[in-house]
């Protein structure tokens, strides 16, 4: 499996190809799926570009997307969109349009409250499992971690990142049984990428992890880094 990541916390500043709106989102979305993603993850963007976790506003963006695709739309639930915990829980128990599912990191405050509600609410958790801090070792004693959808183990190390990775899937030994997606960002982004193809593991791509090609060459969409990725992981000869 290949998720398009669609914008991430990215806004204007990261050019024009970063889809910020919710026809943007769906015109990209469309396209990515096209190329080959089969899993959406988006940020909703208030109109000023700012990521929310606002029912109207995720509410909007998944209608959007669902109007031009038919794959599995997830969301964040990043704390940078709400950072009180309280707030951030009654954020997502007042969404009136469900995601498919919803990323959740597992190092930031409240976040076995907030997952707990999602699955309580019939939506998938990606437990997002980041290098570099505790997320690992507090998942590996959760009663959660059977219920997740799957793991997003995301490298947060750009410069070593291939053995930031391995480190990674060490700690999280048999991630209670639940599948896992691994992937980096920016320059560590192309090489976890290239190494989860070979561990046969689900991978992503997209504007929110890189802006750039293997070759470094700046990418025109994400429809360009999913088929670039179907290449460089293999998942192209796997599904021919």
Same mark, same amino acid.
């Given at each position: ?95 009136? %349009? !469900?995601?498919?599912? &919803?990323? @959740?990191?597992?190092? $930031?405050?409240?976040?076995? =409250?907030?997952? *707990?509600? +999602? ?28 219920? %997740? !959808?799957?793991?997003? &183990?995301? @490298?947060?190390?750009? $410069?070593?990142?291939?053995? =930031?990775?391995? *480190?990674? +899937? ?71």
């Amino acid at each position: 499996m290949v998720q398009v990541c669609l914008n991430g916390p990215r806004g204007a500043a990261d050019g024009t190809v970063v889809p910020l709106t919710p026809s943007a989102m769906a015109e990209s979305a469309a396209e990515a799926v096209a190329a080959g993603a089969t899993d959406i993850h988006v940020h909703p963007k208030t109109p000023c570009g700012q990521d929310s976790l606002s029912p109207r506003v995720v509410a909007a963006t998944l209608e959007a997307i669902r109007a031009r695709v038919s794959v599995p739309v997830g969301v964040t639930t990043g704390a940078w969109a709400e950072p009180d915990p309280t707030a951030r829980l009654a954020r997502v128990r007042s969404w009136t %349009v !469900l995601p498919d599912h &919803a990323s @959740v990191n597992w190092h $930031e405050p409240g976040a076995e =409250s907030l997952a *707990a509600a +999602l699955i309580d609410r019939g939506v998938g958790v990606e437990a997002g499992i980041w290098s570099g801090t505790d997320a690992a070792e507090r998942f590996a004693v959760s009663a959660l971690g059977p219920k %997740v !959808l799957r793991v997003l &183990a995301e @490298v947060t190390d750009t $410069e070593t990142a291939e053995a =930031s990775a391995r *480190a990674l +899937l060490t700690e999280l030994g048999g991630a209670h049984g639940r599948p896992v997606l691994l992937h980096g960002e920016d320059g560590g982004a192309w090489p976890v990428l290239r190494l989860a193809g070979r561990l046969g593991l689900a991978t992503r791509i997209g504007l929110e992890d890189t802006l750039v090609l293997p070759d470094g060459e700046r990418a025109t969409s994400n429809a360009q880094l999913v088929a670039e990725a179907l290449v460089q992981s293999g998942w192209s000869q796997r599904s021919s």
